[in-house]
């Protein structure tokens, strides 16, 4: 008659102790996705540089004995200016977009505020982009009467993860 008992104990025994592995072994799967679940965080660029070009613009020639006098800065308002962004990425990744803000004041969009789709080619003339690995260029297009600039992008990546925003100051 003992042995009907230690048999039930035993089985008891063992139903519970399946039910705890399943449920740890759940738990454990469970914790291990939520680590390795989706892409990993999206950072900013890691270099932002803003540059000009002055297509309009072409310094005088000196004549013999006089120094070389260039635009002042009332001159170069006046003038159509090209906006070129060049950043160095962290990592080679798959971007989907960029955004870019361009103002006259920190923050401000008052110049440009775009969306460049980098897996499709440019239809605007001047607003190209071109990667190169880690290398990325942005033609900001032309604009007239520009003396400083600000700039902030955000990357945003395949699986519509942003960056976040890197400014550039001149100050």
């Given amino acids: 008659m003992s042995l009907p008992k230690f048999s039930l104990v035993l089985r008891s025994s063992c139903v519970l102790l399946l039910v705890l592995m399943m449920t740890g072994l759940s738990w454990a799967q469970n914790s291990s996705l939520s680590s390795t679940d989706g892409p990993p965080p999206l950072l900013p660029p890691e270099t932002l540089d803003l540059f000009f070009e002055h297509p309009d613009v072409a310094p005088p020639e000196p004549k013999e004995g006089e120094e070389l006098q260039l635009p002042g800065p009332e001159e170069m308002a006046e003038q159509k200016v090209g906006i070129q962004l060049t950043m160095r990425l962290f990592s080679e990744v798959e971007l989907k977009a960029v955004r870019v803000k361009i103002g006259t004041s920190p923050g401000a969009s008052d110049i440009l505020n775009k ?7 440019a239809t605007e003339v001047g607003f190209e982009h071109i990667q190169n690995g880690k290398n990325l260029q942005l033609n900001c297009g032309q604009h007239y009467g520009i003396a ?24």
Avoid at 115 to 121: A, E, F, K, P, V
């Fill in 115 to 121: 969306r460049y789709l980098l897996d499709q080619t």
């Fill in 148 to 171: 400083k600039l600000y700039a902030e992008v955000i990357l945003e990546d395949r699986f519509g993860q942003q960056s976040e925003p890197k400014i550039y100051s001149p100050d």
